[in-house]
Structure formats: structure tokens, C-alpha cells
């Protein structure tokens, strides 16, 4: 059961500390990791850089407002669970329609509950305030991609079919089957270029939230960053590229497809970008019906997800 006095509420920007708090509650060892030596450290000795290696924006207030920043001018969701006026949890939230098994679905990108705070029910009241949400926007499912060791919680919340079983891939675009060299258009700025297409990779993503964290920068030489982008015409392939400035070896595909036949060759012309742009490992990760199409390129696997959900209404 939830505790006494638990309110579960949209965040505002003044919420970022406590979020901040939260997430930070799990680090047993703050080091310097952005030098690369793993030094241990306080952690106002850190650099912003160092905290966001931890575990992404959410690891200082300055990185965590502008992404909450990003969440709510996007017309998402942020909630913050308060118990006696501390945040003690947060849930984000993305709304948007997609085809495939999940529709217009509301999609569990985050939820994290502060270490000394957990069994109390927390996680469930953010997950019930998730799902009236999704309720009220119209959505046809409630969707997440959770660890392994989450996997009995959501199902316990009612979110357990399986939507998609996904292979994680590494291709390396330096070996791949050699492809034509495909025009490119510039990337249409808005999402509803995408919106009727298939999302291929990452399938662990819904649609809109692999849209909208590709479009939200930091200005972190260890954040993900755009590399390359466009549309490919003549597959109506839509592909944005991201890499790490500080290891900008590995790139991972964020790929919609009108028709998903056409993967293969897509992969083909998206590897002649990845190329040039000095990827050499290429992230893939789609559904394992697709899988086929991929490992015609000498791909490697990775590891295997699961993506869950719950029909509603």
C-alpha cells in the first residue's frame, strides 16, 4: 500500500533538485569518469560531465532542468511522487500514435524511486497516476521498456504482454554489404513526417519518445549527439544517426521504414553514411522478426529486450 500522505502530481522546474536527488540516491561511488580514470570523488567535485556519466541528465540540476525543460515544452509528461513535501519518485511519460501492436500508446521512458523509499508502493501510485493519464490522452496501450529485474514489478502493475522481443545489433558499417550511395533529403523538423511509418530501431522506444530524445541536445562533449540525418526517398526511410563526441566509434540508428521489406537495403545506405561519418560500430536494435534482415550485413548480437504493454479500455 501506498503511504500516508503520498501525492503523486505533474512536475514543474522546481521540482529538478528533488528529481535530481532521486536518481542520484542509487550511486555508491561517484568517480571521475569523463577523464576516464574512474578516480573516486565527492561529488561537488565533480564536473557536470562526471555526474551525467552516472546516469544521464537526471544526475545534476543543471542537466536535469533543461531536460525536464525538454519533457514539458514537448507536451509530456514528468510526475514526481512527494511524501510529506520530499520527491521521493518520478515517472516521464510519452504520448503519441504509432503503427504496430501498440497504437497511440503512453510510454514509460523513466521511473525511479529513491533508494530508502522503495516497497512503500510509490512506484505503483506513479504507474497508476501513468496509466489514468494514458486513459485521458485517448491512448490505446500503456508501454514500457523495462530492466530485466523490473520486468515482475510491471507485470504486477498489469503491464505484461509482450509487444516486441528485440535483438540488439552491432553492425560494423566498414564490412557491411556494400550499398548504393542513396540521395538524401534534409529531416522534416516536425513528427508527424514519421508518424505513419514503422519504427525499426530502436524498438525499444515508442515512436515519439525516440523522436523527441533525439531532438533534445546537451551541450556535454559526453552526450549523445547527432552525427547525421535525413530522408532517404526512393526506401521513404527516415534515419537520425547518434554518437558519443568522446567515442564517436559507436553510433546507434534511430530508423523508420514505410515499407520494413526494405530494411536491408536502407541498413545497406545508412552504412555508407555511418562510414563517412567514422562510425565503426553501428546499434541496431529492432524487432526479432526483423532480425533476418539485419544479420544479412554480418551483424553481431548483442543482447536480447522486451518491450511490455497493457491494453486499455
Request: one cysteine or more; proline letters at 4%.
Amino acid at each position: 500500500m501506498a503511504g500516508v500522505g503520498l501525492r503523486v502530481r505533474l512536475a514543474t522546474l522546481d521540482e529538478a533538485r528533488g528529481i535530481t536527488e532521486v536518481h542520484c540516491s542509487d550511486v555508491e561511488q561517484w568517480v571521475r569518469a569523463a577523464s576516464g580514470r574512474g578516480e573516486p570523488a565527492e561529488y561537488e567535485e565533480l564536473s557536470v560531465e562526471d555526474r551525467y556519466l552516472h546516469g544521464g541528465p537526471w544526475m545534476s540540476v543543471e542537466t536535469c532542468a533543461v531536460h525536464l525543460n525538454y519533457v514539458l515544452t514537448s507536451g509530456q509528461y514528468a510526475l514526481v511522487a512527494e511524501l510529506d513535501g520530499r520527491v521521493v519518485g518520478e515517472l516521464e511519460l510519452y504520448v503519441g500514435e504509432e503503427r504496430g501492436v501498440l497504437g497511440r500508446t503512453a510510454y514509460i521512458d523513466v521511473l525511479v524511486v529513491h533508494k530508502d523509499f522503495r516497497r512503500r508502493g510509490v512506484g505503483r501510485a506513479l504507474v497508476s497516476e501513468a496509466r489514468r493519464l494514458a486513459v485521458e490522452e485517448g491512448c490505446d496501450t500503456l508501454s514500457v521498456w523495462p530492466e530485466a529485474d523490473a520486468i515482475p514489478f510491471y507485470e504486477k502493475c498489469g503491464v505484461r504482454s509482450v509487444a516486441y522481443r528485440v535483438a540488439h545489433f552491432v553492425v560494423a558499417p566498414d564490412k557491411a554489404t556494400e550499398g548504393a550511395t542513396a540521395e538524401v533529403e534534409p529531416l522534416p523538423h516536425e513528427y508527424s513526417c514519421v508518424r505513419g511509418s514503422w519504427l525499426i530501431s530502436p524498438r525499444t522506444w515508442s515512436s515519439a519518445a525516440a523522436w523527441l530524445k533525439c531532438r533534445w541536445p546537451l551541450a556535454l562533449r559526453v552526450a549523445k549527439s547527432t552525427v547525421d540525418e535525413g530522408r532517404i526517398p526512393s526506401l521513404s526511410a527516415t534515419f537520425i544517426l547518434g554518437a558519443v563526441e568522446r567515442d564517436g566509434l559507436d553510433c546507434w540508428l534511430t530508423l523508420w521504414l514505410d515499407d520494413p521489406g526494405l530494411l536491408p537495403s536502407a541498413l545497406s545506405a545508412i552504412c555508407e553514411r555511418a562510414r563517412a561519418a567514422g562510425c565503426r560500430r553501428l546499434h541496431v536494435l529492432v524487432d526479432e522478426q526483423l532480425a533476418s534482415k539485419v544479420t544479412s550485413l554480418r551483424a553481431s548480437l548483442v543482447q536480447r529486450e522486451l518491450v511490455l504493454f497493457e491494453r486499455l479500455g
